[in-house]
T-cell receptor, first 116, second 119 residues
Framework: GAVVSQHPSWVICKSGTSVKIECRSLDFQATTMFWYRQFPKQSLMLMATSNEGSKATYEQGVEKDKFLINHASLTLSTLTVTSAHPEDSSFYIC????????????FGDGTRLSIL | AQSVTQLDSHVSVSEGTPVLLRCNYSSSYSPSLFWYVQHPNKGLQLLLKYTSAATLVKGINGFEAEFKKSETSFHLTKPSAHMSDAAEYFCVVSDKARAGGTSYGKLTFGQGTILTVHP
């Protein structure tokens, strides 16, 4: 089946640091990638949708200057949390889809981000 | 607009007994519906999907779900629970069918149901 690799799986860093999370589709071309945020004991909330070669579309209430998304190739999207603060601590999950296939999104294993 | 309501935040069963996780949806379009499972600190794994074909959908690990349009429900069942089924389950609806493609569009997640399986 389709595999999506997300890296790192866990990161701890100091407040004010910028953190980059990578999402790769390993065996298919991901025309579209999605970034979600999940707070403890809560559901997934879509942050943004990115299409290869285009600017990401952010959901209402998500700061695009805070959460920078790049989708430069059909197999890689990155989420950079700029100047991270403790309130940015969360579980971030990416998913990838080939919108021209009849397959739903495939999810990565998530990144646990802890800001001290 | 679309929404999903998972009627139980927690379900507890004994190993070997049936599992029922309830889900109701609302959608302005002909919906696609999914059930995903999430183990602790992991991403989501697709259990099964409904995309306007057969209303009874069989998935992995013995799970199945029935789409009932009249009840706007998509409940997940399994005849006999196993200890490894303990996880969190999400019911998801999608506004699919972008013209010219088969995009599943934006996913809307339910709040999740935590399944506990007792020995």
């Amino acid at each position: 089946g389709a595999v999506v690799s997300q890296h790192p799986s866990w990161v701890i860093c100091k407040s004010g640091t910028s953190v980059k999370i990578e999402c790769r589709s390993l065996d298919f071309q991901a025309t579209t990638m999605f970034w979600y945020r999940q707070f403890p004991k809560q559901s997934l909330m879509l942050m943004a949708t990115s299409n290869e070669g285009s600017k990401a579309t952010y959901e209402q209430g998500v700061e695009k200057d805070k959460f920078l998304i790049n989708h430069a190739s059909l197999t890689l999207s990155t989420l950079t949390v700029t100047s991270a603060h403790p309130e940015d601590s969360s579980f971030y999950i990416c998913s990838a889809a080939d919108i021209y296939s009849n397959q739903p999104q495939h999810f990565g294993d998530g990144t646990r981000l802890s800001i001290l | 607009a679309q929404s999903v309501t998972q009627l139980d935040s927690h379900v507890s069963v004994s190993e070997g007994t049936p599992v029922l996780l309830r889900c109701n949806y609302s959608s302005s379009y002909s919906p696609s519906l999914f059930w995903y499972v999430q183990h602790p600190n992991k991403g989501l794994q697709l259990l099964l999907k409904y995309t306007s074909a057969a209303t009874l959908v069989k998935g992995i690990n013995g799970f199945e779900a029935e789409f009932k349009k009249s009840e706007t429900s998509f409940h997940l069942t399994k005849p006999s629970a196993h200890m490894s089924d303990a996880a969190e389950y999400f019911c998801v609806v999608s506004d699919k069918a972008r013209a010219g493609g088969t995009s599943y569009g934006k996913l809307t997640f339910g709040q999740g149901t935590i399944l506990t399986v007792h020995p």
